[in-house]
């Protein structure tokens, strides 16, 4: 115990946080626009967005790898403003972990958009607020149990995410050798102690994780 390597936990951690917090800024306007827009390319886009969630990760994580590298579409543009690799890097695994859980965190917020009655959007809409301020005044405030639910997942997806990450940030200590990534690098060297450890405390924070939501929403749902 005394020998395992801890930093994997705070790299996932880390990651989590960050691509959860990018998430929601991302994830608001999209789900704003799916919610509330009757255009026909609306279809498209969502079925762009829950894509990760029938792709295997190998498949996304590949396309990633062929985005995100020095001569790829995204990849060379990172590279000229920034003269380093997106690949095999932190920064690419959290752009890889957005476009993974992206449809974790936009199918609740959009679920959301969709339960706020239309007549109180209209009635603030009617006192003078602009669509900005009913967004962040009325709308945001009443939909709480839906924006939790995409934080919440977001994170749980994030922590426990292997294909992605593997693809697209390797295996590099310190920098994209994430839990997940530690556990099978423990049962590739029959470090079944570890593998243990590394399992168990990644099983529980996501089990406590997802408690919390259900506790939470069931206690607003009670309000």
């Known amino acids: ?8 936990f705070w790299l996932t951690f880390k990651l989590a946080s960050i691509t959860t917090a990018l998430l929601l800024l991302v994830g608001i306007p999209v789900s704003y626009y799916l919610a509330y827009t009757k255009r026909r390319i609306s279809t ?11 792709l295997p990760p190998t498949v ?16 060379s543009l990172w590279y000229r ?9 932190f920064e690419g695994i959290v752009l890889a972990s957005m476009v993974y859980s992206l449809p974790m965190m936009v199918h609740p917020l959009t679920a959301g958009f969709r339960s706020i009655p239309r007549d109180l959007i209209e009635a603030s809409w009617t006192l003078g607020k602009s669509k900005l301020e009913t967004l962040l005044r009325v709308i945001l405030p009443n939909m709480k149990a839906s924006i939790l639910t995409g934080i919440v997942l977001s994170f749980a997806h994030t922590i426990g995410e292997f294909g992605v990450v593997l693809m697209v940030g ?12 530690a556990i099978y690098d423990a049962v590739e060297a029959i470090n079944y102690t570890a593998a243990h450890v590394y399992a168990l405390v990644l099983f529980s924070l996501s089990f406590l994780t997802l408690l919390a ?4 929403n069931r206690r607003w749902s009670l309000l």
């Open 1 to 8: 115990m005394s020998e395992m390597d801890w930093s994997p």
């Open 60 to 75: 996304l994580g590949f396309y990633l790898l062929l985005l995100f590298n020095k001569h790829g579409l995204i990849g």
């Open 81 to 89: 403003l920034f003269n380093k690799q997106l690949v095999f890097h």
């Open 213 to 216: 939501l259900y506790l939470l």
């Open 170 to 181: 390797g295996n590099i200590e310190g920098e994209t050798r994430v839990v997940s990534i």
């Open 44 to 54: 498209i886009i969502e079925a762009l967005v829950a894509l990760p969630l029938v």
